[in-house]
């Protein structure tokens, strides 16, 4: 059976700091991988997604960014933390789009909380 | 651009009451429809899921939701809630030429004892 792994589970950082977020997907091949972020009141924001190794597709301007440097792997990351940057990450993986396969499979997700 | 309205942020309902939370969805094509739960401080879990067929489909926990072509609506209803089903649902839509999934802003559901 597939699973999902994200971690980790919770993170306090200061501002103006790096962050790593790391995910991984096993039991599966050639997933597409998502970032999400998800603020109080605004429901959940894609922030990134990719359907292979190397490709990443970037749906909103800001610090953060993506990478998938193995098939199941995916890793959201930013040089310089904001306050902003604070919220719950959610990734998640789907076979590919285009059939009934394109429902999300979704990590626990990472709490950040940047002061 | 795919987009998703839950037009109420909250809703509370008694428990055995029936209940439907309101989608509306914005998609050029055919849309791919969703419907998500998700527990406090908890990832998401689906809970049903349209591709195509028929337009009233069943999911788990005893949730339903019907596909409105012309409305443009995916509501999901229950016919009695139970105190367990609080939680905040998300609708999401997708389809055949994106890969992208994309969600609204959720509603959160309370249940009076």
């Known amino acids: 059976s597939q699973t999902i792994h994200q971690w980790p589970a919770t993170l306090v950082q200061p501002v103006g700091s790096p962050l790593s977020l790391e995910c991984t997907v096993e039991g599966t091949s050639n997933p597409n991988l998502y970032w999400y972020r998800q603020a109080a009141g605004r429901g959940l924001q894609l922030l990134f997604y990719?359907?292979?190794?190397?490709?990443i597709s970037s749906e909103v301007p800001q610090n953060l960014s993506a990478s998938r440097p193995q098939d199941r792997q995916f890793i959201l990351s930013s040089k310089k933390l904001l306050l902003s940057d604070s919220g719950f990450y959610l990734c998640a993986w789907s076979r590919l789009a285009g059939g009934p396969g394109g429902e999300l499979f979704f990590g626990e997700g990472s709490r950040l909380t940047v002061l | 651009a795919q987009s998703v309205t839950q037009p109420d942020i909250h809703i509370t309902v008694s428990e055995g009451a029936s209940l439907e939370l309101r989608c509306n969805y914005s998609y050029g094509a055919t849309p791919y429809l969703f419907w998500y739960v998700q527990s406090p401080g908890q990832g998401l879990q689906l809970l049903l899921k349209y591709f195509s067929g028929d337009t009233l489909v069943q999911g788990i926990k005893g949730f339903e939701a019907e596909f409105k072509r012309s409305q443009s609506s995916f509501n999901l209803r229950k016919p009695s809630v139970h105190w367990s089903d609080a939680a905040e649902y998300f609708c999401?839509?997708?389809?055949?030429?994106?890969?992208?999934?994309?969600f609204g802003k959720g509603t959160r559901l309370h249940i009076l004892p």
């Open positions: 990719s359907v292979g190794i190397g490709q």
């Open positions: 999401a839509v997708g389809g055949r030429r994106d890969d992208k999934i994309i």
